[in-house]
């Protein structure tokens, strides 16, 4: 299976956290780069992190930027958004994408497997 699969979404009060998974399977070629985006209703999908799986260096939008953290376990093959000081304009549906284009740009065009998203929802 090349599409990633992700896990961890939910309902949290603002102020909160949640920590997202993104698992891609162990038999396939690790990709180079993997995202995670966001997407609201009727806003366009949105950059937020991005790692080098090979190297672990990572990227951050504004937007994510002191509140989100991404990281990696390469045995497990999965990816993690850890998200604090969560906002109830960060409620949306959340995706996790792979990319083999290195560098790992923080624009979707450039991811080519998406997973099915994960919602995401902060109440005030």
């Known amino acids: 299976q090349v599409q990633p699969v992700e896990s961890g979404g939910g309902s949290v009060q603002a102020g909160g956290s949640l920590r997202l998974a993104c698992a891609t399977s162990?038999?396939?070629?690790?990709?180079?780069?993997m995202g995670w985006f966001l997407q609201a209703p009727g806003r366009e999908r949105e950059a937020l992190a991005a790692?080098?799986?090979?190297?672990?260096?990572?990227s951050y939008a504004d937007s994510a930027s002191g509140r989100f953290t991404i990281s990696q376990d390469s045995v497990r093959s999965t990816v993690y958004l850890q998200m604090n000081s969560l906002k109830p304009e960060d409620s949306a549906m959340y995706y996790c994408?792979?990319?083999?284009?290195?560098?790992?740009?923080?624009?979707?065009?450039?991811?080519?497997?998406w997973g099915q998203g994960t919602q995401v929802t902060v109440s005030s």
């Open positions: 790692i080098n799986t090979r190297t672990g260096s990572t």
């Open positions: 994408a792979t990319s083999p284009w290195i560098p790992c740009e923080l624009v979707w065009g450039r991811y080519n497997y």
């Open positions: 162990p038999y396939t070629n690790r990709p180079n780069c």
